[in-house]
C-alpha cells in the first residue's frame, strides 16, 4: 500500500521557512492581486491566497476590477502596479474575461514582480535552470516529489497534461534533475498510446482534469503518482487517478484533495520572498 503525500506538513515546513526568511527583508511583503469580474473558481482561489497571506504577515492588496474592463485599461493598470516601488509581487486571478488575451497580459508584467512565474522571460529562464520564479504548480509537484525521497537520475517520468502552467514547466524542472520525461496529452490519447506511456511511468505525474482518466491497474508497482486533477463529481472532490487501485500498486500517492492543492498558494508565496530577495538586491530575477 502507497505511502500518501500530503501537501499540508509540507506546506507548513515551508511557511516557517518563508517567515523566517521574511524577518530578514526589512520590509512588509505586499502581494498585489488583479481581479476583473467574479468568477467563483477565481474569488475562493484569491481567499486562500488572502488567508495564507496573513498567516506569513504578508499584506495582500486585492484590486477587484469589472468584468467589462478593457485591455487597455487593464494594461494601464498593470503598468501602474509594476512601476510601485510598494509592491513586491503581482498575481492576475484567472481566468480573465474573452476581451483580455491572458498571454499578452502575462508580457506585460514586470518579471521581477512575476510571481507566478508566467512571464515568457522566467518561463525562458527554466530552460537554463536556477530559475527563481517558477510556475506555482509545477513547483508544487516537484517538492511532493522531493519529499517522496525517490532519486530522479535516469528515471523514467511521465507527465500527463501540457498546460503552460503545469506539464510543460514541469518537463523542465524535471529534466534539470536527469529525470528521462515523457509528455502526454489529448494526442497521445487519441493514437491509443497513453495506457502504454503510464504504464513504465516511474514518476507519474496527471494534470488533466478527467476523473479517472489513468486507471489504477496501469500505475507501476513501486511509482511515485502525483494527481493534480480537481474534478467535482456529485459532492466530492477527486482526481484524475483512480485511486483506490493506484494506492495498492505505488509506493507513494498524492490525496485529492490534500496533495498539491495546499502547496500552491505557498510557493506563490515562496516567490514573493524571492522576488523580494533579487528586487533588494539589483539582481535581474
Ligand atoms: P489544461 O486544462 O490547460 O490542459 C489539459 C491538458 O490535458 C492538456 O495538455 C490536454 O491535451 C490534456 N488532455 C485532455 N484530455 C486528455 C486525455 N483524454 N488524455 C490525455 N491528455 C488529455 O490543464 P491545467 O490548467 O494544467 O489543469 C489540469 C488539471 O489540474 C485540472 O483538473 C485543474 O483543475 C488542475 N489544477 C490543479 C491545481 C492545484 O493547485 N491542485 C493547479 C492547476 C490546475
Redesign the pocket.
Known sequence: MAKLLEGKPIAERIKEEIREQALSLRVKPVLASVMMGDDPGAVSYSKSQARVAQELGIEYQPHNLKANTTETHLLDFIKKLNTNKSVHGIIIQNPVPAQVDYKKLSSFIDPGKDIEGIHPGNIGKLIFGGSRLIP??AY?VMELILASGVDLYGKEAVI????????KPLALLLLERFATVTV???????AGK?EGHVKRAEILIV????PG?IKGAWVKEGSVVID????RVGDNIV??VEFTAAEKRAAYITP?PG???P??VVMLMRNLIEAIKSQQSGEYV
Open positions: 506555482c504548480t508544487a500527463v497534461g501540457h498546460s503552460e502552467i503545469v506539464g502526454c496529452h489529448i494526442g497521445t490519447s487519441k497513453l494534470a488533466v482534469g478527467c482518466l493534480v486533477g480537481i474534478n482526481g484524475d485529492v496533495g498539491v492543492g502547496l500552491t
